[in-house]
């Protein structure tokens, strides 16, 4: 009975044991047929492209795919685009006010400045017409008084300044007045400048002054006084360096032998070239001369000419000083307090030459024929 039950629980097992190895055949025969297909599919969409439906339903597989982070994110973005805050809305036309604002001042300032500049173009214009008037009034009272001298350079800085007027001005009917204007006294001034020259011209030396080296008492007053006396009422300083503070103190010693000798001194004229590196001190100087001297009923007029190079003094009754040194014959002092401070007799020179020329008379007396005709072609032409 035992060995019975034993033989068939032995091919009770044996038949399970068939059945598994059954189901496993089968199972791998199916994995086989599937990768098979798997490997069909593959080939055939290598060989055949995929139509535009296939390619589509992809697309959408994708889009569907996508984040649903992305998607929330993208809307909340639209949605703050929408439906912004009244704050920042309110924030914005403030912003676009105050650029309104700025603009709106931008414009009117520029407005303004234009105004402004043509008002001070217009009262520019009428200042330096006033000037010219002045000008040409003091020229011909100068012409009419017999002092050509300061007359002619009156004349010629009226000049300078018309053609200023004329070259801005834009209205052809004043424009014409102008050139009528600078014509007749553009003639006139030639005229001037003839009667000078040939004066100078005709001048003869009269006297030649040595001044050796280191000596002393060459004052001003001693090298030139007896040319100074009543008839003198005009003269012309003709100074290209009036630059350093010596300059400036022997220009002022002259003025002053001037003014003690000269009782009928009425004008007095400076030419030189401006300081480039003290010309606040050359300006102050200059200025405060003229204050003093308008004190003594004495016309002081200084003119700068960058060309000037070679130093002369004219007085108006033909007397004409040359010096190569010009004004400048002394040593500078090299202790302040010393002999020759006030004195220029104490003061040691440098070695110079002093030419002193003599000619005619550049003062003219003008009748009364001419003083009329004079007046009516410069006043009324």
């Given at each position: 009975?035992?060995?019975?039950?034993?033989?068939?629980?032995?091919?009770?097992?044996?038949?399970?044991?068939?059945?598994?190895?059954?189901?496993?055949?089968?199972?791998?025969?199916?994995?086989?047929?599937?990768?098979?297909?798997?490997?069909?599919?593959?080939?055939?969409?290598?060989?055949?492209?995929?139509?535009?439906?296939?390619?589509?339903?992809?697309?959408?597989?994708?889009?569907?795919?996508?984040?649903?982070?992305?998607?929330?994110?993208?809307?909340?973005?639209?949605?703050?685009?929408?439906?912004?805050?009244?704050?920042?809305?309110?924030?914005?036309?403030?912003?676009?006010?105050?650029?309104?604002?700025?603009?709106?001042?931008?414009?009117?300032?520029?407005?303004?400045?234009?105004?402004?500049?043509?008002?001070?173009?217009?009262?520019?214009?009428?200042?330096?017409?006033?000037?010219?008037?002045?000008?040409?009034?003091?020229?011909?009272?100068?012409?009419?008084?017999?002092?050509?001298?300061?007359?002619?350079?009156?004349?010629?800085?009226?000049?300078?300044?018309?053609?200023?007027c004329s070259a801005n001005e834009q209205n052809e009917d004043i424009l014409d007045s102008y050139r009528k204007y600078l014509s007749s006294y553009e003639k006139h001034v030639q005229r001037l400048r003839d009667q000078i020259e040939q004066n100078m011209f005709s001048c003869k030396i009269t006297e030649h002054i040595v001044?050796?080296?280191?000596?002393?008492?060459?004052?001003?007053?001693?090298?030139?006084?007896?040319?100074?006396?009543?008839?003198?009422?005009?003269?012309?300083?003709?100074?290209?360096?009036?630059?350093?503070?010596?300059?400036?103190?022997?220009?002022?010693?002259?003025?002053?032998?001037?003014?003690?000798?000269?009782?009928?001194?009425?004008?007095?004229?400076?030419?030189?070239?401006?300081?480039?590196?003290?010309?606040?001190?050359?300006?102050?100087?200059?200025?405060?001369?003229?204050?003093?001297?308008?004190?003594?009923?004495?016309?002081?007029?200084?003119?700068?000419?960058?060309?000037?190079?070679?130093?002369?003094?004219?007085?108006?009754?033909?007397?004409?000083?040359?010096?190569?040194?010009?004004?400048?014959?002394?040593?500078?002092?090299?202790?302040?307090?010393?002999?020759?401070?006030?004195?220029?007799?104490?003061?040691?020179?440098?070695?110079?030459?002093?030419?002193?020329?003599?000619?005619?008379?550049?003062?003219?007396?003008?009748?009364?024929?001419?003083?009329?005709?004079?007046?009516e072609t410069l006043l009324h032409a």
């Amino acid at each position: 009975m035992d060995k019975n039950k034993e033989t068939k629980s032995s091919k009770v097992i044996k038949d399970v044991k068939e059945k598994k190895s059954e189901q496993r055949s089968e199972r791998g025969l199916k994995t086989e047929h599937e990768s098979r297909r798997e490997h069909d599919r593959e080939s055939r969409s290598e060989r055949y492209p995929k139509s535009d439906r296939d390619s589509r339903k992809d697309r959408d597989r994708k889009y569907n795919c996508e984040s649903k982070s992305e998607r929330n994110s993208r809307n909340e973005l639209a949605h703050r685009r929408e439906h912004e805050s009244k704050s920042e809305r309110e924030m914005r036309n403030v912003k676009s006010l105050r650029d309104m604002r700025v603009v709106r001042s931008e414009r009117e300032s520029r407005d303004t400045k234009r105004s402004s500049d043509n008002k001070t173009k217009k009262s520019d214009h009428k200042i330096l017409m006033q000037d010219i008037k002045e000008l040409i009034m003091r020229a011909l009272e100068c012409e009419l008084s017999g002092h050509t001298l300061e007359a002619r350079m009156l004349y010629e800085e009226s000049l300078v300044k018309l053609k200023i007027c004329s070259a801005n001005e834009q209205n052809e009917d004043i424009l014409d007045s102008y050139r009528k204007y600078l014509s007749s006294y553009e003639k006139h001034v030639q005229r001037l400048r003839d009667q000078i020259e040939q004066n100078m011209f005709s001048c003869k030396i009269t006297e030649h002054i040595v001044i050796p080296e280191g000596s002393r008492g060459r004052s001003y007053e001693k090298l030139i006084g007896c040319y100074l006396n009543e008839k003198v009422s005009v003269v012309h300083i003709y100074e290209p360096c009036l630059t350093q503070s010596s300059h400036l103190e022997h220009f002022i010693n002259f003025v002053e032998v001037l003014v003690k000798n000269c009782s009928n001194l009425m004008y007095l004229r400076v030419i030189t070239r401006a300081s480039p590196k003290s010309s606040n001190l050359q300006m102050d100087v200059l200025h405060d001369l003229r204050e003093e001297l308008d004190g003594g009923n004495i016309s002081f007029n200084y003119q700068f000419d960058e060309q000037l190079k070679k130093p002369r003094i004219v007085f108006n009754t033909g007397v004409v000083v040359r010096c190569r040194r010009g004004l400048h014959i002394y040593k500078p002092l090299n202790k302040y307090y010393k002999l020759g401070l006030y004195d220029f007799d104490f003061r040691r020179c440098e070695s110079a030459e002093v030419d002193i020329y003599q000619g005619k008379p550049f003062s003219e007396s003008i009748s009364k024929a001419d003083r009329t005709d004079l007046v009516e072609t410069l006043l009324h032409a």
